[in-house]
């Protein structure tokens, strides 16, 4: 991913179509569209806007991210709010969540802290709050661009 800005809500990164990510020990993925993520320090959430697909805005549940130079890690707590493309937005995964607790051995604060980020971070996209309104769609015209540029 590049760095696309850094701002008041945290680093925002970006990736062009075409581009490749792997996730842990996992095959690596190609990204077909346009994508935008931003890393908030402190928050146990990172989001990620695409420009194409069954949704616009998924936001996955961490634990906070971590910075070492270049490069960021966190820990997928399962459980992601997803706003799909036609603005209605829900809980994804409560079934991973749930097997992921006694197979990982989640502590309960972990456990209620995941819960109630998941279900404040609901409310917050359904009401419009940013930075998941203006703030990412503004950066992801800004990621386009730099894209149709990059592509010439």
């Not at 935008?36 to 697909?53: C, H, M, R, Y």
């Not at 991210?65 to 994804?92: E, S």
């Amino acid at each position: 991913m590049h760095v696309l800005a850094e701002d008041q809500w945290g680093t925002w990164l970006w990736t062009p179509p075409g581009s490749t990510a792997r996730r842990g020990r996992e095959p690596a993925k190609t990204f077909n569209h346009l994508n935008v993520k931003l890393v908030a320090p402190g928050e146990w959430w990172t989001a990620i806007w695409n420009d194409s697909g069954r949704y616009d805005l998924y936001v996955d549940i961490i634990t906070p991210p971590a910075w070492n130079r270049r490069r960021v890690t966190m820990i997928d707590l399962d459980l992601d709010v997803v706003r799909l493309a036609d603005g209605k937005v829900i809980i994804a995964d409560e079934d991973e969540f749930a097997a992921h607790q006694s197979a990982y051995v989640y502590p309960p604060a972990v456990i209620d802290k995941t819960r109630r980020i998941t279900d404040d971070l609901q409310t917050r996209i359904s009401a419009g709050a940013e930075p998941f309104d203006e703030v990412g769609a503004t950066r992801m015209q800004q990621a386009a661009m730099l894209a149709a540029r990059t592509a010439q």
